[in-house]
């Protein structure tokens, strides 16, 4: 079972271009964003069906988290959640938030699962 073609906006603390190769290899339009005040600002002008991220804490000074910032920005968009490093309590906090969640190394087959299994009610 094949998902549909998606846009998918990538949040990445690294380089995101290997995962934007491996999101075109999938079928799926990825554009990548460099940090979380540009993902916010594409966010508010162009339509994406999945925001992949890495980050997703609470940035000093602020009252919610970064998640919470994307669906206030992007409502209805799917919020998947990937984790670079072993869990941690800060991870586990901003993981929780998310819509599906996938484990580093990502790879192809991950984040099929992710996009097929995990999402698949996802708005209905």
Request: include cysteine; proline fraction near 4%; glycine fraction near 8%.
């Amino acid at each position: 079972m094949a998902t549909q073609r998606k846009t998918i906006l990538v949040v990445h603390s690294g380089d995101p271009a290997d995962i934007r190769r491996l999101l075109g290899t999938l079928g799926h339009i990825a554009v990548s964003a460099s940090g979380r005040r540009a993902a916010l600002k594409v966010l508010c002008t162009v339509r994406f069906d999945i925001v992949l991220t890495s980050v997703g804490g609470t940035q000093p000074g602020s009252d919610c988290s970064f998640v919470q910032e994307l669906r206030l920005a992007a409502p209805g968009t799917a919020v998947v959640g990937f984790r670079q490093h072993g869990p941690d309590a800060a991870n586990d906090a901003w993981m929780k938030e998310c819509d599906a969640t996938i484990r580093a190394p990502l790879s192809s087959s991950r984040l099929q699962w992710a996009l097929d299994f995990e999402l698949r009610y996802f708005g209905n």
